[in-house]
């Protein structure tokens, strides 16, 4: 069996034809700003995809390069703009700690990533909404819901069910504050069993019944148990060493993505699954201008 490859470039063509009707309904046109700053290629490539998807979409885009050293005062100044609908980063901005205080300087109504800290206390506590009416959808980080977005698309799960992923078993590799533990964390909610992996080893999401958040558990798994065990396989580790996910580690219905920059996963993979997503990035920025616009239908309703 071969597996189906699922370009996330199509997937994405579908929600933005979309996202460009509601746009273009707005009485005003969305203005974004990015800031960048170095040459680190990923930054750059992800900065690229951003401003094709705007040009498509009818949507305004600058891009700043900016000293690292006055990007705290360019988000402060985008905070103020009332022109200014969504800001990103693209990091590493400084590769350390003062990265997360920039994330986290960014006005929530602006942050179209969904990785302010008010947006991670929402996901973690299943909080999916920010008004008592129930009319302010709670935004989620984009990278993991573009993940799930094409998992939905791949047929994984009916996302019109009260808990979508019940009963699934999932590993993810990756258990960054910007993906993996946002992902874990939004699949457990949804109903999911799942082994996060990292250098400090597993972790386990375990879904709590009915609607409250999901609880975490130490576990001892093996990477073997937990892979025959998978029913989605998700990695996203940057890294040259890491040790493949083989073909004979999976199950033939498993469903496996790669959102890495590396391949993580062994070629004769795609040789015995039932789906495989090589990569996320196209997906990734249309949830963030999906996220930009829900934003701005929340400021104003």
Same mark, same amino acid.
């Given at each position: 069996?071969?597996?189906?490859?699922?370009?996330? =470039?199509?997937?994405?063509?579908?929600?933005?034809?979309?996202?460009? @009707?509601?746009?273009? &309904?707005?009485?005003?046109?969305?203005?974004?700003? $990015?800031? #960048?700053? !170095?040459?680190?290629?990923?930054?750059?490539?992800?900065? /690229?995809?951003?401003?094709?998807?705007?040009?498509?979409? !009818?949507?305004?885009?600058?891009?700043?390069?900016?000293?690292?050293?006055? &990007?705290?005062?360019?988000?402060?100044?985008?905070?103020?703009?009332?022109?200014?609908?969504?800001?990103?980063?693209?990091?590493?901005?400084?590769?350390?700690?003062?990265? *997360?205080?920039?994330?986290?300087?960014?006005?929530?109504?602006?942050?179209?990533?969904?990785?302010?800290?008010?947006?991670?206390?929402?996901?973690? /506590?299943?909080?999916?909404? #920010?008004?008592?009416? @129930?009319?302010?959808?709670?935004?989620?980080?984009?990278?993991?819901?573009?993940?799930?977005?094409?998992?939905?698309?791949?047929?994984?799960?009916?996302?019109?069910?009260?808990?979508?992923?019940? $009963?699934?078993?999932?590993?993810?590799? +990756?258990?960054?504050?910007?993906? $993996?533990?946002?992902?874990?964390?939004?699949?457990?909610?949804?109903?999911?069993?799942?082994?996060?992996?990292?250098?400090?080893?597993?972790?386990?999401?375990?879904?709590?019944?009915?609607?409250?958040?999901?609880?975490?558990?130490?576990? @001892?798994? =093996?990477?073997?148990?937990?892979?025959?065990?998978?029913? #989605?396989?998700?990695? !996203?580790?940057?890294?040259?060493?890491?040790?493949?996910?083989?073909? =004979?580690?999976? $199950?033939?219905?498993?469903?496996?993505?790669? *959102? =890495?920059? *590396?391949? +993580?996963?062994?070629?004769?993979?795609?040789?015995?699954?039932?789906?495989?997503?090589?990569?996320?990035?196209?997906?990734?920025?249309?949830?963030?201008?999906?996220?930009?616009?829900?934003?701005?239908? +929340?400021?104003?309703?």
């Amino acid at each position: 069996m071969t597996a189906t490859i699922i370009d996330p =470039s199509a997937v994405a063509a579908e929600f933005r034809t979309a996202l460009r @009707q509601q746009i273009a &309904a707005l009485p005003t046109p969305l203005h974004l700003l $990015g800031l #960048i700053t !170095g040459d680190h290629g990923p930054a750059h490539t992800y900065a /690229e995809y951003t401003r094709k998807a705007c040009e498509e979409l !009818g949507v305004s885009f600058v891009l700043k390069n900016v000293a690292r050293l006055d &990007a705290a005062a360019s988000v402060a100044a985008a905070n103020a703009d009332p022109d200014v609908h969504g800001v990103l980063i693209y990091y590493p901005i400084f590769g350390t700690d003062e990265d *997360f205080y920039l994330r986290d300087s960014v006005d929530p109504g602006k942050d179209m990533e969904g990785l302010h800290s008010f947006w991670s206390r929402c996901l973690y /506590e299943n909080r999916r909404f #920010i008004d008592a009416a @129930q009319r302010k959808k709670a935004i989620l980080p984009c990278t993991p819901l573009a993940i799930l977005k094409l998992l939905e698309h791949a047929g994984a799960f009916d996302a019109q069910a009260p808990r979508p992923l019940e $009963g699934k078993r999932v590993v993810v590799f +990756n258990r960054s504050e910007v993906v $993996g533990r946002p992902l874990a964390s939004m699949m457990a909610n949804d109903g999911a069993l799942v082994v996060s992996f990292d250098i400090d080893g597993p972790r386990l999401f375990v879904p709590t019944p009915g609607s409250g958040p999901h609880t975490l558990q130490e576990t @001892q798994i =093996s990477r073997a148990d937990a892979l025959a065990q998978a029913d #989605i396989v998700v990695t !996203g580790v940057p890294s040259r060493s890491f040790e493949r996910v083989r073909a =004979s580690e999976v $199950g033939p219905d498993c469903l496996c993505v790669n *959102f =890495s920059t *590396f391949a +993580n996963f062994e070629p004769d993979v795609r040789e015995k699954v039932k789906v495989f997503v090589p990569r996320v990035g196209p997906m990734t920025v249309t949830m963030a201008l999906r996220n930009t616009l829900r934003l701005y239908q +929340n400021g104003r309703s």
